[in-house]
């Protein structure tokens, strides 16, 4: 099955800095790569996703890339606020939907004001 | 409306009781989703439904038994759980030709 490996565990940046979590798996079937984020006491939350077809994706001070070769993707938070403070997981699927997600362990984001 | 909604926010439960988590959605979304999510880790993947159809069930013990009623609706049945069963349940739905999954806030179940 897809093994997703997420780094770093906690990342603390300075308020108005870049934040940078990576990703890589396993399975070259997959095609799917969504990144939630999960504040304390509520749901994940979707925030981006990138389809295998797609190298880069943004919206707004979020974006993601994705290595298709090296079975690696990104998620990159610019200009970070502490309302981005959470726990963002990445996850990886394959199939055309209706399939389940397979997530990394997840990374603390902290800003620092 | 835009969100998955999820009833009882919080479940105490005994070891012999049976109790059931509900899900509801109304975003014609044909796909429904149960995950499990232990304190300070990923949620992990219980059972899909699609088309009110079980379509995967990733190994999950019996005393954990899912029903989809409806496009809308989706429970899962809970019976002579562990206290390591406590965990935060999670329900997700997607459009079924679709990968996007939307999730609800989930159940705080605590297993005494």
């Known amino acids: 099955g897809e093994n997703v490996e997420q780094h770093p565990s906690t990342l603390s940046v300075q308020e108005g800095d870049s934040a940078v979590i990576k990703c890589t798996y396993s399975d070259s079937a997959s095609n799917y790569f969504p990144w939630y984020k999960q504040e304390l006491g509520k749901g994940p939350q979707l925030i981006i996703d990138i389809r295998s077809n797609v190298g880069e994706k943004k919206d707004q001070r979020i974006a993601v890339t994705l290595n298709k070769t090296a079975k690696h993707f990104s998620l990159h938070i610019t200009e970070t606020q502490p309302e981005d403070s959470a726990v963002y997981f990445c996850a990886a699927s394959s199939g055309g939907g209706a399939d389940g997600l397979t997530f990394g362990k997840g990374t603390h984001l902290i800003i620092q004001p | 409306d835009t969100e998955v909604t999820q009833t009882p926010k919080h479940l105490v439960m005994g070891m012999t009781n049976k109790k059931s988590l509900k899900c509801e959605q109304h975003?014609?979304?044909?796909?429904m989703y149960w995950y499990k999510q232990k304190a300070k880790k990923p949620p992990e993947l219980m059972f899909v439904y699609s088309y009110e159809k079980l379509s995967i069930n990733e190994s999950v013990p019996s005393r954990f038994s899912p029903e989809c009623p409806n496009s809308s609706l989706l429970n899962l049945h809970l019976h002579a759980l562990q206290p390591e069963d406590s965990a935060l349940y999670l329900c997700a739905s997607s459009h079924p030709n679709r990968n996007e999954q939307f999730f609800g806030p989930g159940t705080r179940l605590t297993v005494l």
């Open positions: 975003m014609g979304h044909r796909a």
